[in-house]
């Protein structure tokens, strides 16, 4: 990992940019509450202290309490169907009254309705659901699971890789801000290199050597390994394999009998195009997690999905989260799949790709700033160089480039120091989406102009 990376926006809050975009803030009362907001709250990375009071949501569109606007390209991966879509927000009111809450020990009828419709949704043999609070605990679920049914307790991820924010979850995840200063995480975790397009190495390409890897690890742990963990396609700086890749890595898992847990929590539901990302590589998942656009971005609620073979651990408690069964997330999650299919949505996101595509690589025609565009459905990645020769991450850059489009009305993270990424709500128009590109492209075009 770059130095230069833990000095950007992303990771820290207190950068220069930041300073700066304080100042921006005039609003008495947005001064007033991000300092109460600072003063009530733990702070943490990523966190408090805050770039903004918010006050509402519709569509795109966050709106901050001064009422200025931003198309919001980052959401935290909730807003597939746009924010506040009355369609859900109907079915999810009505729920309220008849039950908001179901106590674990009983079941109702939307989770069973929905338990259906993703088995439904997933591939044969793919129906065992269990759903939970949100996308983390749905991980450490996934984990026990592999555990009970392969007897193996180890674990291979990708570096870099970020699967949530309890020990469990960093522990296999691969980024080293989330566990700096927190002693012993648990045991058995190797970590293998990400498939990578764009690398600042000379070296030629290849996936292969990258799935090889795993076999070699799997090999090298004395058959000790249960699961391999992975994001289908990395939602953060937007890396996206090959089929080859694929078809190897499952095969390497089927023959060392090591479950495939895919995580799909930020990119299912159409943000690739596809309902869930493995369609694209005609492979299936032993696990897959799920969550967070899952509940419309109204509701929390994830869920991991595994094989029907898989339901032999009634003797633990897997889950047992009080907000298991949630009645109203279970309804969120129906109408957010409801409002998909009825709309065509996922047909649309596909056209939407094209579009997009061709926008971006005219943006990389005319910015030398850009080394690599790349993405896939409306998850987009534009990783900024110095270099193109030599693909220096332009950090600095990145994250003037993030702010500049803040001040604009456009909202996104920058992944990896250097990589603008952008996760539009899928139900955004042309429109809307050229008035984003224009914001990037002037934020780009400002990067010649002196800095204070
Ligand atoms: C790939 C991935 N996995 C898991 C999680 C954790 O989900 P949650 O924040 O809902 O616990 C996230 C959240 O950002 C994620 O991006």
Redesign the pocket.
Same mark, same amino acid.
Do not use: V
């Given at each position: 990992m770059d130095n230069n990376q833990h000095l950007t926006e992303g990771d820290i809050n207190k950068s220069n940019s930041r300073v700066k975009w304080y100042k921006t803030i005039r609003n008495a009362s947005a001064l007033e509450f991000l300092q109460r907001d600072e003063d009530s709250f733990l702070h943490q990375s990523l966190s408090t202290p805050c770039l903004q009071v918010l006050e509402s949501c519709e569509g795109i569109y966050i709106y901050d309490v001064t009422g200025k606007r931003y198309m919001d390209f980052h959401g935290?991966?909730v807003h597939q169907i746009g924010y506040c879509n009355q369609f859900v927000i109907e079915k999810v009111k009505k729920q309220m009254d008849i039950l908001p809450f179901s106590p674990r020990r009983y079941t109702n009828i939307p989770s069973i309705k929905l338990a259906e419709k993703l088995a439904n949704l997933l591939p044969d043999g793919l129906n065992r659901v269990l759903f939970a609070p /949100? /996308?983390?605990?749905a991980?450490g679920i996934a984990l026990k699971l592999a555990r009970v049914v392969t007897g193996k307790h180890k674990v291979i991820s990708l570096w870099d890789s970020?699967? /949530?924010?309890s020990m469990d979850?960093i522990s296999v995840g691969g980024e080293e801000q989330f566990k700096t200063d927190l002693g012993p995480l648990f045991p058995g975790v190797n970590h293998i290199a990400p498939p990578m397009t764009y690398r600042n190495t000379n070296t030629d390409y290849d996936e292969l050597n990258y799935a090889n890897q795993l076999e070699i690890e799997i090999e090298q742990s004395g058959n000790q390994i249960g699961a391999f963990i992975i994001?289908t396609i990395r939602?953060?700086d937007v890396q996206i394999p090959t089929k080859a890749y694929w078809k190897r890595v499952r095969e390497i898992c089927t023959k060392h009998k090591v479950l495939l847990i895919l995580?799909e929590? +930020?990119i299912a539901f159409g943000r690739t195009g596809k309902m869930f990302a493995f369609e694209h590589y005609d492979i299936e998942p032993d696990i897959i997690?799920l /969550?967070?656009g899952l509940g419309a971005g109204i509701i +929390?609620i994830?869920a991991i999905v595994a094989r029907d073979e898989y339901n032999i651990a009634s003797h633990i408690s897997l889950g047992h989260y009080t907000h298991e069964k949630s009645p109203l997330g279970a309804v969120a999650a129906l109408g957010m799949l409801e409002f998909m299919e009825s709309t065509n949505l996922l047909q649309k996101v596909k056209e939407d790709e094209l579009f997009v595509r061709e926008q971006l690589h005219l943006l990389k025609l005319k910015h030398l700033w850009i080394g690599d565009v790349r993405g896939i459905g409306l998850l987009w990645g534009i990783e900024l160089v110095k270099d193109r020769n030599t693909k220096e991450k332009a950090v600095t850059e990145a994250e003037r480039v993030m702010y500049y489009c803040l001040d604009l009305g456009l909202s996104f993270k920058v992944s990896q120091g250097n990589v603008l990424q952008l996760c539009p709500p899928l139900i955004i128009t042309r429109v809307q989406l050229m008035d984003a590109f224009k914001i990037i492209d002037l934020a780009l075009l400002s990067l010649s102009e002196p800095t204070e």
């Open positions: 935290n991966n /949100g /996308g983390t605990s991980i970020f699967h /949530g924010a979850a994001e939602n953060t995580d929590i +930020p997690c /969550g967070k +929390p994830a």
